[in-house]
């Protein structure tokens, strides 16, 4: 589409700027280049980093107080018209309190409305159960048309958002709350959706991870290195489509797989990814680390990442485990 046209994000202090910070400046910069773009929120506009378009486009901008789905509900409409509808509030409410509307008014009319879904997995725990969000991978992957990425860090977010206007359907991107630790030093990466992004190669086991536990794997097959052990690792930013060729090198060549997400184990990544080696009927071992079907504690989320060994330590454990796995 002509909206990214002419972009050229070169920011130098993205690895300093938290994924929603970063979300609002590449909104403002694509709002420059193209008066179609309108944001809506719901009373999240500091929070969610979206004001940053409203101070610049105010007459473009709109706020719906507590209303999430006549929001979603208006985006619907404001696409129906060729506007380019951006809506951002909490992850647990686009999945969860609006999901109707974004499939009804939404998905199943094929209506071109960019979600950025903010404080998702546990990225917002001290807020607790109603504020963490670990079933909203689940839920939109599962509507028709919907595409579904995960950056792992703010340059990813920045790549994500220009993307997601390339294509005339639905997107949900998820992003934190916290300060993510920057994965990339820069912008000087290819990224494209549905194509999963080798951070490091290996031979022995394949940890595919989707945002902020992407960090935790890369210094996980660092330390591996060191004692002798070889981790492929596969920063899946985009759960749909999923990038089936990955998927399946991996089994090829490791026979070992280990998925880590800030999400519940139903319906996420560790879904995605067992439904991709299930269908071409090849054998592996895989793990799947994330929530248990269960809820998280409340807590601070890098604590909780621990708590739930989605950190390093986590993924080293299970690749301990994973490698005593006979395969026949």
């Known amino acids: 589409m002509a909206v990214t046209k002419g972009i050229t994000w070169t920011i130098d202090d993205g690895g300093n700027m938290t994924q929603a910070e970063i979300f609002g400046e590449v909104l403002t910069k694509l709002g420059e280049k193209n008066k179609k773009i309108v944001a809506l929120t719901a009373d999240l506009a500091g929070t969610s980093k979206i004001g940053k378009f409203q101070k610049r486009f105010p007459e473009r901008f709109f706020n719906f107080g507590i209303a999430e789905n006549n929001m979603f509900a208006a985006a619907s409409g404001l696409a129906a018209v060729g506007m380019l509808p951006v809506v951002s509030t909490f992850a647990v409410f686009a999945s969860l309190r609006s999901a109707e509307f974004v499939r009804t008014d939404i998905c199943y009319e094929k209506r071109n409305v960019k979600i950025i879904g903010t404080h998702s997995g546990t990225s917002f725990g001290q807020g607790g159960t109603t504020h963490h969000c670990t079933e909203d991978l689940g839920v939109m992957r599962t ?10 860090d703010s340059y990813e977010t920045a790549k994500a ?56 794997a890369l210094k996980a097959a660092e330390i591996a290195k060191r004692n002798g052990i070889s981790l492929r690792v596969l920063d899946m930013h985009t759960i749909k489509p999923i990038d089936e060729a990955a998927i399946m090198q991996a089994v090829k060549d490791t026979r070992r797989i280990i998925t880590v997400e800030d999400h519940n184990v ?63």
């Open 266 to 328: 139903i319906g996420g990544l560790g879904s995605a990814v067992a439904e991709v080696i299930a269908r071409n009927g090849r054998t592996c071992a895989m793990r799947c680390l994330g929530l248990q079907d269960e809820f998280s504690i409340v807590g601070y989320p890098n604590e909780l990442l621990h708590f739930y060994k989605l950190d390093v330590d986590g993924i080293l454990e299970k690749v301990q485990e994973l490698l005593k796995v006979e395969i026949g």
């Open 161 to 216: 958002v220009v993307a997601a206007f390339e294509t005339d359907l639905p997107v949900y991107i998820r992003i934190g709350r916290s300060f993510e630790t920057p994965l990339h030093k820069n912008m000087d990466f290819d990224f494209e959706i549905g194509k999963a992004i080798t951070l490091h190669e290996g031979t022995d086991v394949t940890v595919i991870v989707a945002g902020r536990t992407a960090q935790g």
């Open 143 to 152: 509507f028709p048309y919907m595409t579904v990425i995960a950056p792992a």
